[in-house]
C-alpha cells in the first residue's frame, strides 16, 4: 500500500469552476503538508504548505488538513486555464527526516475556457 | 536569482552504458536533493546532502547509483550501467533551511533519461 494516495484524474472543468484536489495518507507520522503545481516539462512548484492540521488560505488556494482523518485537501476558486497543470501532495513526517518529501501521484487538471 | 538548474534536460542511452546527471542548487543553499519518477509512479525520493556530506540515502535503488556533491555546490548523480528500469525523470531540489519547518524546496526542471 502507497504511503500517500492521490487520484491521477484527469480532471477537466470549466473556466470559473471550484476544484477539489485529495489525497490521503497512511502514516501518522506526518506532520507537514504540501501541495506543489508542476506545469508541463518543468519541475513541482510549491504552492501552499501546512504544518498539522487546518485552513490555509491564499488567494484563490485554501489546503485543508484534517488529520483524524488522515485526509488533505487543495480548493481552487474561480480557476483558470492557467491553473492547467499536474497538482501534487507531498508531506514530511515530524522529527528528522527533514525535508524527506513523500509525493502522491499528482492530478493532471484541464480548465477549459 | 538563478533557479536550480539541471542537465541534461533529456538523455538517451542504452542499457549497460553510463550515464551523469548534473544539478546546480540555488546558490547558498547547503541542502540538496535527488528525486526520480519512474512512468505511472509518484516522484520517489533519492538521497539528500547538507553542503557535501550525505544526510539521508535512503531512497537509492542500488549500488548502480552514486551520487556526489564535490565543495558542497554542484551535485552529479550517475548511474553505471544503466538498466531499462532506471528511465525516468530525474529531479532535483534545494533548500536552504535545514528542517522541515520552513523547508521550501526548489526543483529542477529534472532530466528525462530513457534507457534502450
Known amino acids: 500500500q502507497k504511503e500517500v494516495e492521490q487520484d491521477p484524474g484527469p480532471l477537466s472543468v470549466p473556466e470559473g469552476a471550484i476544484v477539489s484536489l485529495n489525497c490521503t495518507y497512511s502514516?501518522?507520522?506526518?506532520?507537514?503538508f504540501m501541495w506543489y503545481r508542476q506545469y508541463s516539462r518543468k519541475g513541482p512548484e510549491l504552492l501552499m504548505y501546512?504544518?498539522?492540521?487546518g485552513n490555509k488560505e491564499d488567494g484563490r488556494f485554501t489546503a485543508q488538513v484534517d488529520k483524524s482523518s488522515k485526509y488533505i485537501s487543495l480548493f481552487i476558486r474561480d480557476s483558470q486555464p492557467s491553473d492547467s497543470a499536474t497538482y501534487l501532495c507531498?508531506?514530511?513526517?515530524?522529527?528528522?527526516?527533514?525535508?524527506?518529501?513523500?509525493f502522491g501521484q499528482g492530478t493532471i487538471l484541464t480548465v477549459h475556457p | 536569482e538563478a533557479g536550480v538548474t539541471q542537465f541534461p534536460s533529456h538523455s538517451v542511452i542504452e542499457k549497460g552504458q553510463t550515464v551523469t546527471l548534473r544539478c546546480d542548487p540555488i546558490?547558498?543553499?547547503?541542502?540538496l536533493y535527488w528525486y526520480r519518477r519512474v512512468m505511472g509512479k509518484e516522484i520517489k525520493f533519492l538521497l539528500h546532502?547538507?553542503?557535501?556530506?550525505?544526510?539521508?540515502e535512503s531512497g537509492m535503488p542500488n549500488n548502480r547509483f552514486l551520487a556526489e556533491r564535490t565543495g558542497g555546490t554542484y551535485s552529479t548523480l550517475k548511474v553505471q550501467p544503466a538498466e531499462l528500469e532506471d528511465s525516468g525523470v530525474y529531479f532535483c531540489?534545494?533548500?536552504?533551511?535545514?528542517?522541515?519547518?520552513?523547508?521550501?524546496?526548489?526543483f529542477g526542471p529534472g532530466t528525462r533519461l530513457t534507457v534502450l
Open positions: 531540489a534545494s533548500s536552504q533551511a535545514a528542517r522541515a519547518s520552513g523547508d521550501t524546496q526548489y
Open positions: 502514516n501518522s507520522a506526518f506532520q507537514y
Open positions: 501546512t504544518y498539522s492540521s
Open positions: 507531498a508531506m514530511i513526517p515530524g522529527g528528522t527526516s527533514y525535508g524527506k518529501l513523500t
Open positions: 546558490s547558498g543553499h547547503d541542502n
Open positions: 546532502f547538507v553542503k557535501e556530506s550525505k544526510q539521508d
